[in-house]
């Protein structure tokens, strides 16, 4: 699958939801209680998902559940953790109200990094 493709399946997935995929402390969950799911947790088949994946970052790259995740990701065919990470900081970082332009940000430069495509959507 494109970048693109994967960006716009993740866009659609994500605005069709409306809402963050959280615990019931609010913390950001691959997969939620509720059976909601975050933008690369919507991409994680369900033979593949482990709840030992939850609390992992894709911007915080130690510790067993990242070691964890990455094998996953990687089993499902999802080996481009640069852009994974942009799609989960839309997700987790982003009010619902502004995906949309997040997204359509993310599309217009796929191919910079996380830390720039941050700072040109948020200025931080």
Not at 70 to 95: M, N, S, Y
Request: aromatic share 8%; glycine share 8%; charged share 25%.
């Amino acid at each position: 699958m494109t970048d693109l493709k994967l960006v716009n399946m993740v866009e659609q997935f994500l605005l069709t939801q409306g809402e963050r995929a959280v615990d019931g402390l609010g913390m950001c969950k691959y997969r939620s209680p509720s059976g909601l799911r975050c933008a690369v947790g919507c991409l994680i088949p369900d033979e593949l998902y482990t709840k030992n994946i939850e609390g992992a970052c894709l911007n915080q790259a130690y510790g067993p559940e990242y070691d964890e995740l990455v094998k996953v990701l990687g089993a499902a065919g999802l080996t481009k953790l640069a852009l994974l990470e942009k799609l989960q900081f839309i997700h987790d970082e982003l009010d619902v109200r502004r995906w949309k332009g997040a997204f359509k940000a993310l599309r217009e430069n796929l191919k910079e990094s996380p830390a720039d495509f941050i700072w040109r959507v948020t200025g931080e």
